[in-house]
T-cell receptor
Framework: GAVVSQHPSWVICKSGTSVKIECRSL??????MFWYRQFPKQSLMLMAT?????????EQGVEKDKFLINHASLTLSTLTVTSAHPEDSSFYIC?????????????FGPGTRLTVL | DAKTTQPPSMDCAEGRAANLPCNHS???????VYWYRQIHSQGPQYIIH???NNETNEMASLIITEDRKSSTLILPHATLRDTAVYYC??????????FGAGTRLFVKA
């Protein structure tokens, strides 16, 4: 199946700094990518839908100024956690759908574990 | 998107079939049933999806009832590596995927 990569796989940062997470579709084009957050022992929570060439759509309760999303190409979306605080520590996962296969599966990245000290 | 209901956890003996149920009584005609699983500390992995007919691939079989209000994911010969959280999701495809709590499957030796 198609591959989605994330970078970095883990990151530790100090409180108040910003962290950028990259999500790439390696062998397919993705008009739409999705960003999720997962806390320990909980399910994935959708944060936002990232659309190539346009503004992201955020889920209710997710601060768009804190979680900046850029989807500049058909293979790359980035999530920037601005002014990170310890409560932002979580497992961040992106996913993408192949632009040509609307009804087929979503491909997920391996996740990025963010720890804010 | 329709809501799904799954048991929080299930056990299965290694080598036996694992049958994971899912209720989706409010599913609409154009919604598909998707199954994903998540092994600890990894991203979710697609397993299978279907609309009306039963489906089978190299990983699993999906049995959808005639009224489409429920489905069962079948892992024919469960192994220890199948221990994971299994998510049943219904949506129209092409749109955002909302995850429920899923079923935590424990495969025991």
């Amino acid at each position: 199946g198609a591959v989605v990569s994330q970078h970095p796989s883990w990151v530790i940062c100090k409180s108040g700094t910003s962290v950028k997470i990259e999500c790439r579709s390696l062998d397919f084009q993705a008009t739409t990518m999705f960003w999720y957050r997962q806390f320990p022992k909980q399910s994935l929570m959708l944060m936002a839908t990232s659309n190539e060439g346009s503004k992201a759509t955020y889920e209710q309760g997710v601060e768009k100024d804190k979680f900046l999303i850029n989807h500049a190409s058909l293979t790359l979306s980035t999530l920037t956690v601005t002014s990170a605080h310890p409560e932002d520590s979580s497992f961040y996962i992106c996913s993408a759908r192949d632009t040509r296969d609307t009804y087929n599966e979503q491909f997920f990245g391996p996740g990025t574990r963010l720890t804010v000290l | 998107d329709a809501k799904t209901t799954q048991p929080p956890s299930m056990d299965c003996a290694e080598g036996r079939a694992a049958n994971l149920p899912c209720n989706h009584s409010t599913i609409s005609g154009n919604e598909y049933v998707y199954w994903y699983r998540q092994i600890h500390s990894q991203g979710p992995q697609y397993i299978i999806h279907g609309l009306k007919n039963n489906e089978t691939n190299e990983m699993a079989s999906l049995i959808i009832t005639e009224d489409r209000k429920s489905s069962t994911l079948i892992l024919p010969h469960a192994t220890l590596r199948d221990t994971a959280v299994y998510y049943c999701i219904v949506n129209t495809g092409g749109f955002k995927t909302i995850f429920g709590a899923g079923t935590r499957l424990f495969v025991k030796a």
